[in-house]
């Protein structure tokens, strides 16, 4: 169960904040990693990103070494790519650093030495052009549903 933090939001562009996450990672994560990778995503997501937990979405996946290469060669250790989506506007720079760090240190715990070269990428949507339950986030930071 999630803890009482992951279900607060600190104002209402925050509460309408909807984020997505997706991770693709090299080698294949297990499925224990999988499952302690987007619980502490959605805990970051709502402790120093202010979103809601109950939308946050993760997606995790994983590349062959052959399909994913680093200084032009097979990637032989342990990589990561995250691209995270947040409505523009609802993060300061100081809670996105703070949200990086935060990432790059669970990547870190839960699979061990990463290569240098694994990202964090922090996406800001405009809200008019993304949303969930068919609705945008700017038409939900309007009052429309």
């Not at 080698?27 to 990103?49: D, F, N």
């Amino acid at each position: 169960m999630f803890s009482a933090s992951l279900t607060s939001t600190s104002s209402s562009s925050r509460r309408t904040a909807v984020p997505y996450i997706s991770v693709q990672l090299q080698p294949r994560p297990t499925e224990r990693q999988a499952a302690l990778l987007a619980r502490g995503i959605t805990e970051a997501m709502a402790e120093v990103a202010h979103k809601r937990a109950d939308v946050t979405a993760v997606r995790i996946g994983g590349a062959d070494a052959v399909l994913w290469s680093i200084a032009g060669r097979p990637c032989d250790g342990v990589t990561a790519y995250v691209d995270v989506k947040i409505t523009a506007g609802t993060n300061s720079g100081n809670e996105k650093a703070t949200l990086l760090r935060r990432l790059h240190a669970l990547l870190a715990d839960t699979l061990g030495g990463l290569a240098e070269a694994s990202y964090i990428v922090i996406h800001e949507v405009p809200g008019e052009d993304w949303g969930y339950a068919g609705v945008t986030q700017a038409d939900r930071a309007n009052g429309l549903r």
